[in-house]
C-alpha cells in the first residue's frame, strides 16, 4: 500500500537557521512526488513537482530534492514568513487513479 | 490567471442534513478533485472528475456523492451529515499531473 511519512512533525527555527524536512515514501512506481505549503485554515499551495530520483528544483529560500525513497525539503536562511505547515504528496502509477496520497506534513515556526 | 474558487467559504449543519459544495477550477483544467482535511489529519483523496465522469472515488461512504459540469465546475454532496464529517474541504483541478487548491471550504456538523 501506498504511503507517506514526514518528519519531523513540529520544527521549530531561529530566522537564518537552515534546516531540512524529510519525505520518505513508498508507492509501486512513482509517477511525482509533491511539495505544497499550507497556512492555517487555507488550501495548500502548490510548491514543486519532482518526477525523478537525482531531481533538484528551487524556489527563493526553498529547495527539493528526490531519491528512490525519499525527498527532503531544504530551507536555507528562513525568514518569519516561510512559518507554515509543508505537506508532501505522491503520485502513483498503479491503478486507474490521479489521487495524491498525502503525508500528514511539517509544522514549521520560524522565529525573528 | 484566477486560481481555483470554491463556495461558500462557511458552511454550518446539523446531523442529518445535507451539504452542497460548489467548485469552479482553473480556465482550461478539466479534471477536479475533492479532498477532506478533519482536523489533525491529512487530506484524504474523496472523488475525481474528469470530462464530465467520475473517474475514480477513495474509502468514503456512497452518501459522499458529487458532479462535473460541462463548463468543468463541480459540485460535492454530503447526505445524512454525521459529526464526523466536519473537516476543510478542499478542490483541487489539473490538467497534466500538478493538482492545484482552492481555499477549501469549512463545513461544520453540530
Known amino acids: 500500500e501506498d504511503q507517506v511519512t514526514q518528519s519531523p512533525e513540529a520544527l521549530r527555527l531561529q530566522e537564518g537557521e537552515s534546516s531540512s524536512l524529510n519525505c520518505s515514501y513508498t508507492?509501486?512506481?512513482?509517477?511525482?512526488l509533491f511539495w505544497y505549503r499550507q497556512d492555517p485554515g487555507k488550501g495548500p499551495e502548490f510548491l514543486f513537482t519532482?518526477?525523478?530520483a537525482g531531481e533538484e528544483k528551487e524556489k527563493e529560500r526553498l529547495k527539493a530534492t528526490l531519491t528512490k525513497k525519499e525527498s527532503f525539503l531544504h530551507i536555507t536562511a528562513p525568514k518569519p514568513e516561510d512559518s507554515a505547515t509543508y505537506l508532501c504528496?505522491?503520485?502513483?502509477?498503479?491503478?486507474?487513479?490521479?489521487?495524491?496520497?498525502f503525508g500528514t506534513g511539517t509544522l514549521l515556526a520560524v522565529q525573528p | 490567471e484566477a486560481g481555483v474558487t470554491q463556495s461558500p467559504t462557511h458552511l454550518i449543519k446539523t446531523r442529518g442534513q445535507q451539504a452542497t459544495l460548489r467548485c469552479s477550477p482553473i480556465?482550461?483544467?478539466?479534471?477536479v478533485y475533492w479532498y477532506q482535511q478533519a482536523l489533525g489529519l491529512g487530506l484524504q483523496f474523496l472523488l475525481w472528475?474528469?470530462?464530465?465522469?467520475?473517474?475514480n472515488r477513495g474509502n468514503f461512504p456512497p452518501r459522499f456523492s458529487g458532479r462535473q459540469f460541462p463548463n468543468y465546475s463541480s459540485e460535492l454532496n454530503v447526505n445524512a451529515l454525521e459529526l464526523e464529517d466536519s473537516a476543510l474541504y478542499l478542490c483541487?483541478?489539473?490538467?497534466?499531473?500538478?493538482?492545484?487548491f482552492g481555499p477549501g471550504t469549512r463545513l461544520t456538523v453540530l
Open positions: 483541487a483541478s489539473s490538467w497534466g499531473d500538478t493538482q492545484y
Open positions: 508507492v509501486s512506481g512513482l509517477r511525482g
Open positions: 519532482l518526477y525523478s
Open positions: 504528496a505522491v503520485q502513483d502509477y498503479g491503478g486507474a487513479t490521479n489521487k495524491l496520497i
Open positions: 480556465s482550461g483544467h478539466t479534471s
Open positions: 472528475y474528469d470530462e464530465g465522469e467520475e473517474r
